[in-house]
């Protein structure tokens, strides 16, 4: 029993030794953690020195690591904000999946699988490791980022279709096959599946805080590690057993507990505990790497990984241009989730037990994963250092994250833009502040002024900017073409939205309110219609009498311009318009009919 203990006590010395040696040189060099860890994993695994031989059992202890990442992600994401990403989860995510598993399965077929056996390959490299993604996002900051929370949308929806693929695994298994396994009717495990996930939402909503409440009056710090990781394991058993992916429970968990005043405490407590863990799983992913199968077929499996890798990254860069992202974010998000992930290893050996493919496949499959979870590392550095630098200097600066969604966003903070978010910010209103001038924008962070460097006419931005949930809209740009683009876009996203606009003149005025602003400001009427007064006074008129005319004109200007903008054709010239010149000539008799009715009756309250 002492040599047992002591053998086990020497793994655990020699799993953290490798990663203590490996890692920091890794790091040194420039190649990144994750690349250290998989190294020493395939140094002491059973194809390098053999001080191991069941990689397999560590990457299932290791993958609680992947389970308490994603439960802190759920504490950084309230539940409204996550209703928020339901597009990028439902939308962006479905599309990269299904797109991606198609053309992967003729990828596999290309190789002379058969369209069962290529499924099953297409469909294990789609689900994208979230260990080496969820790493490469925290190493770089970007967890909280807009692109990082696209990231993270997909592989969320990349969990959730786990269940679906083991059913479809199970359409797939031989007659002879399916005869002998007991299979569960596919409503029944849809139905335990939300049962499980209705039971977590019920506990996390009615007893967990209650339950922290009370043992945090007992101030036993142990106690309160040792109920972080119940919550967290214990949500993943209960995921488990509905027939989810246990990341997916410890995600729901940590979103049920992000508005809890105990939500730092936990993030503390389980920090620790998922970066260990993270790493023993990158340990035990080079463990598996086996080198006999990858040198007997290693043509196959070499060119099946560098094909498989081109054809996802092509997807999803395609689909993110689709969804708006820039050049520089596509590609980032192409190579980031080129890999295929953990989560195959499930679905090849499912396969394997239902009799759809055989042990030498699954082997050289799990082999193409492993290879790509090892490759992952290096494409990203190498992107970094030659591709990336590239895109950025194409796009002169890369935008600024927009780290807060307020009510309020103003589009535009040239000399217009800075008197309206001055009067707001004196009122007590802060808006979002967004401009496309970095050298302004700059400027103003040094005074003080909250701003971000971006394109307002990408919908990619004003989603992270909050624009489906903010009131009002401020569009100050001074530039007409691109104030349309802006309207139309918002409109677009939120069609509750309130959009006040900048106009350049008359003409300015019916084009946006064609494309949906609610209010329109002609930027020189307002101080023109000052100088019309001034100009009044000048010529003898009394202050009272002329500012009783410009308030009259004002506001009937305005209404025969709403009333122009109705009939406005753009396929017709201002002056060969009928219907606008009619208004136009009928508003402009009735003002003049009324202002010499003001003199009037000035000049007769004089005479009294």
């Known amino acids: 029993m002492a040599a047992e203990g002591a053998s086990q006590l020497l793994s655990v010395v020699t799993l ?42 560590i990457i299932h202890i290791a993958e609680l690591g992947v389970v308490m ?11 409204s ?43 294990g490299f789609v689900l994208t490791s979230t ?33 679906p693929l083991l059913a479809v695994v199970s359409f797939l298994a031989p007659a002879d096959t399916t005869a002998v396994v007991n299979t569960t009717p596919i409503w029944q495990k849809i139905g335990i599946a939300g049962l499980s996930v209705t039971a977590l939402v019920v506990a996390g909503i009615w007893l967990l805080n209650p339950l922290f409440r009370i043992l945090a009056k007992t101030k036993i710090r142990e106690l309160m590690t040792a109920v972080a990781l119940f919550v967290v394991l214990g949500s993943a058993w209960l995921m488990e057993e509905g027939g989810l992916s246990t990341a997916m429970g410890a995600f729901v968990a940590g979103v049920l507990l992000s508005e809890s005043s105990f939500r730092h405490q936990l993030e503390a407590d389980i920090e620790p505990f998922r970066g260990l863990l993270l790493g023993l799983f990158f340990l035990g992913v080079g463990m598996a790497l086996d080198l ?91 992107h970094n250092k030659f591709v990336a630098p590239r895109l950025a200097e194409k796009n002169n600066q890369p935008e600024d994250h927009i780290d807060e969604q307020r009510s309020v966003i103003l589009v535009g903070i040239g000399r217009y833009g800075q008197i309206v978010n ?16 970095a050298k302004l924008v700059e400027g103003l962070k040094g005074m003080g002024v909250k701003s971000y460097y971006g394109n307002a006419t990408r919908p990619e931005l004003l989603r992270n900017a909050g624009i489906e949930t903010a009131d009002l809209m401020i569009v100050a740009v001074d530039d007409k073409k691109q104030a349309l683009h802006i309207v ?54 009394e202050y009272e009498v002329a500012d009783e005319i410009c308030k009259y004109y004002f506001d009937k200007d305005r209404h025969r ?48």
């Open 131 to 163: 260990a080496i993604v969820m790493q490469v996002l925290s190493e770089r900051g970007d967890m909280a980022s807009y692109r990082g929370q696209k990231m993270i949308s997909i592989l969320l929806f990349e969990d959730l279709i786990i269940v």
């Open 488 to 541: 139309e876009t918002a409109r677009a996203l939120n069609p509750n939205i309130r959009i006040l606009t900048r106009a350049y003149d008359r003409r300015h005025v019916f084009e946006l309110y064609k494309a949906g602003a609610d209010v329109q400001v002609r930027e020189l009427f307002d101080s023109s219609v000052r100088m019309g007064r001034k100009a009044l006074e000048e010529l003898g008129v």
């Open 561 to 608: 311009v709403k009333l122009m903008a109705e009939v406005y054709d753009p396929k017709l010239e201002s002056f060969k318009n009928e219907a606008m010149r009619k208004i136009a000539l009928d508003e402009d008799q009735e003002m003049m009919v009324e202002i010499q009715h003001i003199l009037e009756r000035a000049k007769d309250k004089h005479h009294e």
């Open 422 to 437: 001055h009067i707001l910010t004196m009122s007590g209103y802060h808006a979002t502040v967004i401009d496309m001038d």
């Open 292 to 382: 006999n199968v990858v040198f007997n077929n290693w043509l196959l499996i070499l060119s099946a990984v560098v094909a498989m890798m081109f054809v996802k990254s092509l997807v999803i860069f395609g689909i993110a241009k689709l969804a708006g992202s820039s050049n520089t974010n596509a590609m980032d998000r192409a190579v980031v989730m080129a890999q295929g992930g953990e989560f195959a290893f499930v679905l090849f050996a499912a396969a394997t037990t239902k009799g759809v493919i055989n042990a030498e496949i699954q082997a050289n499959l799990t082999a193409i994963v492993v290879l790509s979870m090892i490759f992952a590392p290096i494409t990203i550095l190498l």
């Open 16 to 57: 953290l030794g490798a990663a203590i040696v490996a890692v920091p040189i890794f790091k040194r060099i420039g190649l990144g953690s994750v690349l250290g860890y998989l190294a020493a994993g395939l140094a002491i695994g059973p194809f390098g020195l053999g001080l191991f031989s069941d990689p397999q059992s």
């Open 81 to 123: 904000h996550l209703w928020g990403l339901r597009r990028q989860i439902f939308g962006l995510g479905s599309a990269q999946v299904v797109v991606s598993a198609i053309l992967l399965t003729f990828v596999a077929m290309a190789f002379g699988f058969p369209w069962q056996v290529a499924f099953i390959a297409g469909a």
């Open 69 to 79: 990442f994603l439960f802190i992600i759920g504490l950084e994401m309230k539940p």
